[in-house]
């Protein structure tokens, strides 16, 4: 039997370990260095309520990769859900992505329409007639100069104006990544999951498949029955790395496979040989409120956009639908702790990629850390674990 090392047991560990089971013919150990799999998609709980770190709620345009978690993890679909930003300027709460149908509530509404048909006609009149002409009516209404765009600022402002853009992005993009300047984000094919001005229904994600376990305890069970047959060592943190020989040492021992499927920032892997790549973390503070629902209906979170120190708070009942008079809701606050978003920077991208690319035939680096791809979510973890495997067959 062939041998294969896991690094990692979060969502992308558990989801590499679960499809080399499903191949069969591997012996698959997998090296977790907290004392439980999951990482921050791992429930917890307080006054009752199931909550986890952040959302984590599954959304996902692939069927395939639903239709595996549905069968190892029932899901409920939400497709309903909706998000809110609060903007302390304005007093006032608007959907999220911004919505079309917001802006007549808005104080600055009528500089904002004047910035959104500037924005159009100026990326009109860098077009040429022939391609102007190729347009729908719709895409000539709404073309923008975002794809000139060479930052994340940019790209903002070119789709939808100076105004909007500091109501809704400017402090907020700062204050998640605690950076001073959004020009220096310029990786940011990322955002915004493809949408700059939602009009029509308000559901967040209305192209992707939305859902969230059946279960009180969420994913918890999925990554047991994913670990079914392999090894699990909690608790257990790898002393020495020689990768190119596809050998590490824990527990004092060295240990040879014939495949290793990385799920931790790959710098740690070669010693920071190139410098140590940068991510930003998140403190999170669950709070119970005497209230049986906290946010409206069917938001399921809100964005804070202003001078807040926190991000987002979430209320988990929607997702868990948790059954309580009380509810609980986390705030989110960009820290230092814990490496959670690989930076949007170009250069630490191709500094994460220098390490990746030094790994030999046979090691695979996946996951949100471990392809240093901050839109690496949920459905990614287990697209890449489906990949591996595909390239272990091939
Ligand atoms: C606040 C927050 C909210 C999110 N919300 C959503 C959401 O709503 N929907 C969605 O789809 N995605 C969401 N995501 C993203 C998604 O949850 C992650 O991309 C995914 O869970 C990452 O899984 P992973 O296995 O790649 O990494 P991780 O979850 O980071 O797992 C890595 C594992 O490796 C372990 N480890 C680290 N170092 C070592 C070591 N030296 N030795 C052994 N083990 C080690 C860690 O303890 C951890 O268990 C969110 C992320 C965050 C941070």
Request: with cysteine; charged share 25%.
């Amino acid at each position: 039997m062939k041998k294969a090392l896991i690094i990692g047991g979060g969502f992308a560990g558990c989801a590499a370990a679960h499809q080399l089971k499903l191949l069969g013919g591997w012996d698959v150990t997998l090296v977790e260095s907290a004392p439980y799999l999951g990482a921050g998609v791992r429930t917890k709980y307080m006054g009752g309520h199931p909550y986890t770190l952040g959302p984590r709620h599954f959304l996902t345009p692939w069927n395939h990769v639903y239709e595996y978690l549905n069968k190892y993890c029932p899901l409920r679909r939400c497709a309903e859900h909706e998000f809110s930003t609060y903007v302390e300027r304005d007093q006032a709460f608007y959907s999220y992505p911004i919505h079309a149908d917001d802006f007549s509530k808005m104080p600055d509404s009528a500089k904002i329409n004047q910035e959104l048909k500037d924005l159009n006609l100026e990326a009109l009149a860098l077009m040429s007639p022939e391609q102007i002409a190729k347009l729908s009516p719709e895409e000539k209404r709404k073309a923008n100069k975002a794809a000139l765009a060479t930052n994340f600022e940019e790209y903002w402002i070119y789709s939808i104006g100076k105004s909007l853009y500091s109501k809704f992005v400017d402090t907020y993009s700062k204050k998640m990544w605690m950076i001073d300047d959004n020009k220096t984000i310029d990786d940011f094919a990322w955002s915004p999951k493809g949408v700059t001005i939602k009009e029509g229904a308000r559901a967040a994600w209305d192209r992707a498949i939305s859902a969230y376990p059946i279960a009180p305890n969420g994913y918890d069970d999925y990554f047991d029955i994913a670990t079914v047959g392999t090894t699990v060592l909690l608790n257990t943190k790898i002393t020495h790395f020689d990768i190119q020989n596809k050998t590490v040492v824990f527990n004092n021992e060295k240990h040879q496979y014939d495949v290793i499927v990385n799920t931790i920032s790959p710098d740690l892997l070669f010693d920071y040989c190139y410098g140590e790549l940068p991510y930003r973390g998140r403190d999170l503070i669950p709070i119970v409120l005497p209230v049986e629902f906290a946010l409206p209906e069917n938001v399921y979170f809100t964005y804070y956009s202003s001078d807040e120190k926190y991000t987002r708070v979430t209320e988990y009942k929607k997702f868990t639908q948790h059954k309580s008079d009380s509810t609980l809701i986390t705030l989110e606050i960009p820290s230092l702790n814990g490496k959670y978003y690989p930076m949007p920077f170009k250069a630490e991208k191709a500094k994460a990629d220098q390490y990746i690319n030094l790994m030999p035939d046979g090691v695979f680096s996946i996951g949100r850390a471990g392809a240093y791809i901050y839109g690496v979510d949920i459905d990614d973890t287990i697209d890449h674990a489906m990949k591996v495997v595909e390239q272990l067959k091939a």
